[in-house]
Every structure is written in structure tokens, then in C-alpha cells.
């Protein structure tokens, strides 16, 4: 049992065989980290861990914050300090509150080009007040909202944000729990947003539904290059349907669709579609059990 890595600096550092350490998924203080690294680095063993890869291990372990560093970026975003471009407030538990908080502050920021509030129990009154903020926001170029428990009143805030914003070129909503209504919403939006460039919605249950809710962008949108749909259960049906949507797209560079059990039914129509589209360069079907037949049926427009 380790407690914010004392009993690892205790025990760990004593052994000069250590060259790589890996602390993720491990429920660790965020102190811990500094702690371990300082004492590995000034003992005689000289692992492979530099400050970075912690970092990395440190949003891997579900660390338990105490609301500090929601503060202090809400503040500098208030003061709307030049050299603050990012606003990275990954899995901080900022809440409805904060979100308010945050808000305001983003109303007179106008340096700020990345946000990421993935994970952070933000809820739909919360997303309300973000997306309000974002509507007259012309700096914000990415932001990560996924993971937020938005609920339909949510969405739809974000739509609405999304059909005023004429900044932001990236969306990423990852395990946002859309669904087929939350996509119908989603695609909405989309058909009238012409500034996303890339949106991702992994993990998003859309289903057969939302997949066809969002097929329909396809056709509309002439900004989307990259569309992440992975991990949504979208079936063959939902891969025919995509299809033939992608039949009379000529805008997307990116397309992936990897674990959605589209299986040699579905991949066989997208195999067809490639034919007649020859702007897609990046396609992911991974883990949908194509089978050969989905291979051979793909063999075709990639040999053209």
C-alpha cells in the first residue's frame, strides 16, 4: 500500500537496479510525484523517469485535488495575462460553481487558445455559463469537454455555442454520454457551424441513430476534415448509412470508426464509397471484425 509515494521513496530508491518506474493508477497526492522523482534523481540509481512522463502519471491516477490550481488559472484568465494561451484544468473536479467562476473570467480573456475541462463534473447549468462565455469568445481555438455529465440541457448549450463561435477549429467530447438525441442536437449545429475542422466523439453511445444523425453533416459541412466516431456500437446498418454520406463528401482528410462492429456488411459499403471519394487519406477500422471479406471488399479502391 502506497501513501503519496513515501513508502516507494522508502523502500524503491534503495535498489540501484531501478531504470524505469511507472506510478499510474495508483490514487497518489500530487505531492508524491516531486517527491519521488527528487529522491530517485539525488540517490545513486538514475531512472528513466523525467518530469514530463510524471505528469503524464499523475492525470493517470485520479488525483485528489483541493481546488488550488482551479483558482489560480481562473485567476490568470481574469487578468487576462498574454502568456497564459492554455487553460489545462484536466480531472480538477471544478463543478458548477467553479464553471461559473470560470466564465466570467473567460468573458474578459482574450489570449487563451486552449481549453481543456475534460472530467471535471462541470453539469448542464455549468455548461451553460462556458458556452455563454464562448459565444462571444473569438480566441479559443481547442476545447476539451468531454466526460462533463451535460445532459441534454447541456448539449444544448454547446450547440448553440457551436452555431455562434467562429473560432474554434477543434472539438473534442469524448465519453459525454450523447446518444442518439444528444447527436440529433449535435448535428444540428454542426450543419450550420464552417469553422470545426476536427471533432471528436469517442465513446459517445451513439448507436445505429446517431450515427445517421450525424451522417448528415457529411453532406453540409465543408470545413470537417477530421471526425473520430470510434467506440460507439455504430453497427453495419450505421456503416452503410455513413457511406453513403461519405459518397458526397469531398472534405474529410480523417476518418475513424475503429470498435463499432460494423463487421463485413458494414465495411463492404464503406469499401464501396471509397470509390467514389478521393479526398479520404486516413481511415480507422480496427476491432470491427471485418473478416476477409471486408478485407478484400477495401483491397478494391485501395489498388485504384
Not at 503519496?4 to 534503495?14: C, F, H
Not at 486552449?114 to 451553460?128: F, Q, T
Not at 471528436?200 to 471526425?227: E, F, I, K, R
Not at 470491427?288 to 485504384?304: M, Q, S
Request: charged content about 20%; glycine content about 10%.
Amino acid at each position: 500500500e502506497i501513501d503519496d509515494g513515501r513508502t516507494l521513496i522508502d523502500y524503491g530508491v534503495k535498489d540501484e537496479s531501478v531504470i524505469r518506474l511507472d506510478s499510474s493508477s495508483n490514487c497518489l497526492h500530487e505531492q508524491g510525484f516531486p517527491q519521488i522523482h527528487k529522491k530517485l534523481n539525488g540517490g545513486s540509481c538514475r531512472p528513466e523517469v523525467q518530469p514530463a512522463t510524471l505528469r503524464d502519471q499523475i492525470e493517470r491516477n485520479h488525483v485528489r485535488r483541493d481546488g488550488t490550481k482551479v483558482k489560480q488559472v481562473t485567476s490568470r484568465l481574469a487578468s487576462n495575462c498574454p502568456e497564459t494561451t492554455e487553460a489545462n484544468l484536466w480531472n480538477e473536479t471544478v463543478g458548477e460553481e467553479g464553471s461559473k467562476k470560470f466564465a466570467e473570467a473567460l468573458q474578459v480573456n482574450s489570449h487563451v487558445l486552449e481549453i481543456n475541462l475534460y472530467n471535471n463534473e462541470i453539469g448542464p447549468v455549468g455548461a451553460a455559463a462556458i458556452m455563454g462565455a464562448l459565444c462571444m469568445n473569438r480566441m479559443v481555438e481547442k476545447l476539451y469537454f468531454g466526460s462533463n455529465n451535460l445532459g441534454e440541457d447541456g448539449l444544448e448549450a454547446l450547440a448553440d455555442m457551436l452555431c455562434q463561435n467562429t473560432s474554434i477549429s477543434a472539438l473534442i467530447l469524448r465519453e459525454a454520454n450523447i446518444g442518439g438525441v444528444g447527436a440529433n442536437i449535435l448535428a444540428v449545429a454542426l450543419c450550420q457551424n464552417h469553422t470545426l475542422r476536427r471533432v471528436d466523439l469517442w465513446n459517445n453511445q451513439l448507436g445505429t441513430p446517431g450515427c445517421a444523425a450525424l451522417s448528415t453533416v457529411l453532406g453540409v459541412n465543408l470545413s470537417l476534415v477530421s471526425l473520430c466516431l470510434s467506440s460507439n456500437n455504430i453497427c453495419s446498418k450505421g456503416g452503410e448509412i455513413l457511406a453513403s454520406a461519405l459518397k458526397r463528401n469531398r472534405t474529410l482528410k480523417r476518418l475513424d470508426l475503429g470498435t463499432n462492429n460494423i463487421e463485413e456488411q458494414g465495411t463492404r459499403a464503406v469499401a464501396s464509397a471509397l470509390l467514389h471519394n478521393t479526398e479520404l487519406s486516413d481511415l480507422c477500422l480496427n476491432g470491427n471484425n471485418i473478416g476477409d471479406g471486408g478485407t478484400e471488399a477495401l483491397a478494391g479502391p485501395l489498388c485504384v
